[in-house]
């Protein structure tokens, strides 16, 4: 079986063909992903939610837009590089808490886990702050991982307007939390 026909088959929840899409990329995939990540635990991991994402979107494959082999690069350069900038972030996080930290007692993790803590809270106060319809699909998009078309879809509204209440809710965001965005990067 080919790889188009493979994903057809998962998409109808077919096991092994994923097994067998699985057997013919995951060297590949795990090599991409150790080269970007430079770290084995990492890249095991990103390979496994790449391979998941591919199950969970089979349906949305497009064999006119890429080749099954492009298509699951993709999906794991991404992944890879979402890891790599949230390791940064952390790191920094953690390296700025341990500045911060004054007493030798107190673990960086500690320190990092109450900025990460005091973070959430302020965001979740900003989320409050803007309008319920800016704030629903933002909920959508990034508690429950939805596209703009899956949010348009759930929600009935059309996407031109999903678009444009993330962009006005993503932008009250950003200028709220303009200092924290800059202590992050």
């Known amino acids: 079986m080919d790889d188009r026909s493979l994903v057809a088959a998962m998409a109808e929840g077919n096991q092994n063909a994923m097994a067998e899409l699985y057997d013919r990329h995951a060297p590949m995939l795990l090599g991409l992903a150790r080269r970007v990540l430079k770290s084995a635990e990492d890249a095991e991991e990103v390979l496994q939610e790449a391979l998941v994402h591919a199950w969970n979107q089979a349906k949305r ?19 890879a590089i979402d890891r790599l900038r949230s390791r940064r972030v952390s790191d920094r996080t953690i390296a700025a808490a341990h500045r911060e930290n004054t007493r030798d007692h107190e673990s960086a993790q500690g320190a990092a886990r109450v900025l990460h803590g005091e973070r959430h809270k302020r965001v979740r106060a900003e989320l409050a702050r803007i309008p319920d319809e800016q704030r629903e699909v933002l909920e959508l998009a990034f508690f429950r991982g939805m596209t703009q078309r899956e949010i348009a879809e759930e929600t009935g509204l ?28």
């Open 158 to 185: 059309p996407l031109g307007t999903v678009k444009t209440r993330t962009l006005l809710a993503m932008k009250k965001l950003r200028e709220a939390l303009r200092d924290e965005i800059r202590e992050l990067l």
């Open 61 to 79: 494959y497009d064999p006119s837009r890429s080749s099954v082999s492009t298509w699951l690069v993709m999906i794991t350069r991404s992944r």
